[in-house]
């Protein structure tokens, strides 16, 4: 069984200022890493994603995240945030079996202020 | 446009009162996936399916049927609502490892998510 903890339930930040949404995940076997952003009122959107390899992925809008497996961290950031990127974060884990299963972390709420 | 429709994106009921959450997708993926979403939980799945026919629980599944009769439909079924199953409902979808033609390289375990339906039970 996996589980997945966002350390911080919400991040007030300025306007162009940096941001670091925490991540840490638990799991017995090898599983694949996942950021996915919900915009007020809709669906969940792919940011990121780590399957293999390099261990720092870049995504979608500026997006950046690191896996750390020594630490089971997969911190997302990004240097310079906009106002349009006020939304709820999820970090998500896949145990790479058949079932596929997304285990969520609850979510961290970034607000950009201007 | 490829994507993940769900409806109907609102819904008030009362207990007891069957009700069908749909969701279709166009990008004949193989694998679907029911999950709900609550406040401080995350998103947790509910049912899901690796093709046709071929449907098995997730985590929270209790209270809930589904059906994969086609490729590109999912439907969730409440047969008796209760209040506890107040919630916001996503489907998903993903193509299989297996589909692509080119093995590991193609495998994305990618996503795709419908944008919701926010049900309510009385």
């Known amino acids: 069984a996996q589980s997945v903890t966002q350390l911080d339930s919400q991040v007030p930040v300025f306007e162009e200022a940096p941001v670091e949404l925490r991540c840490n995940y638990s799991s017995s076997v090898s599983v694949y890493l996942f950021w996915y952003v919900q915009y007020p009122n809709q669906g969940l959107q792919l940011l990121l994603k780590?399957?293999?390899?390099?261990?720092l992925v870049k995504g979608i809008n500026g997006f950046e995240a690191e896996f750390n497996k020594s630490q089971t961290s997969f911190h997302l950031r990004k240097p310079s945030v906009h106002i349009s990127d006020t939304a709820e974060y999820f970090c998500a884990v896949s145990d790479r079996t058949g079932r596929r299963a997304l285990t969520f972390g609850s979510g961290t709420r970034l607000q950009v202020q201007p | 446009e490829a994507q993940v429709t769900q409806n109907p994106r609102y819904l008030i009921t009362v207990t007891g009162k069957k009700l069908t959450v749909t969701c279709s997708q166009n990008m004949n993926h193989e694998y679907m996936s029911w999950y709900r979403q609550d406040p401080g939980l995350g998103l947790r799945q509910i049912y899901y399916s690796m093709n046709v026919e071929v449907t098995d629980k997730g985590d929270v599944p209790e209270g809930y049927k589904v059906s994969r009769k086609e490729k590109r439909n999912f439907p969730l079924i409440l047969e008796s609502p209760s209040p506890n199953q107040t919630s916001l409902y996503f489907c998903?979808?993903?193509?299989?490892?297996?589909?692509?033609?080119?093995?590991?390289?193609?495998?994305?375990?990618?996503?795709?998510f419908g944008p919701g339906t926010r049900l309510t039970v009385l």
């Open positions: 998903a979808s993903s193509p299989n490892p297996s589909s692509g033609g080119a093995g590991f390289g193609r495998y994305t375990d990618t996503q795709y």
């Open positions: 780590y399957l293999s390899g390099s261990t």
